[in-house]
């Protein structure tokens, strides 16, 4: 998994020098083409280097936190960092494939269908600083 992405970083960061070295090989026989050309290819290249390095994300992360596969949008969880911090009764937002997004304050029972109806104060956690994700209650 780690060297998967070491890799992928690798080829993005030689992306750039590789296709300026091409283009200025071939700009002395096709001229400004191969510019447009280069910058064509850089941004496709660059597009599936990115999904590449998500997807490996997503399966690192699903296989450390099995409960975010079943999660949905309001359910109440409780997160613990690291670090030893625990985010107690947090209503889930969002998953992206490192981070999630959860309520920046805990709700109550009377304060559920109010907080669902408008989720105004959010914050992402990173998925590499949580040490458990535990389900509290489902959504409603």
Known sequence: MIMMK??????????????????????????????????????????????KINRYNHQYFTNKFPVLESLKYGQII???????????????????????????KPVTDNQLEEFLTGIKKTQWVKLKKIKSIKIIKHSL
């Open 6 to 51: 070491f890799v992928f970083w690798m080829l993005k960061i030689a992306l750039l020098p590789f296709l300026m070295f091409l283009g200025t090989i071939f700009m002395k026989d096709a001229g400004w083409w191969v510019i447009i050309i280069c910058v064509v290819l850089f941004i496709l290249v660059n597009g599936w280097i990115d999904r």
């Open 78 to 104: 409780t997160v613990e960092l690291g670090n030893g911090k625990i985010l107690a009764n947090r209503i889930f937002a969002a998953a992206l494939s490192s981070e999630i997004l959860i309520g920046t």
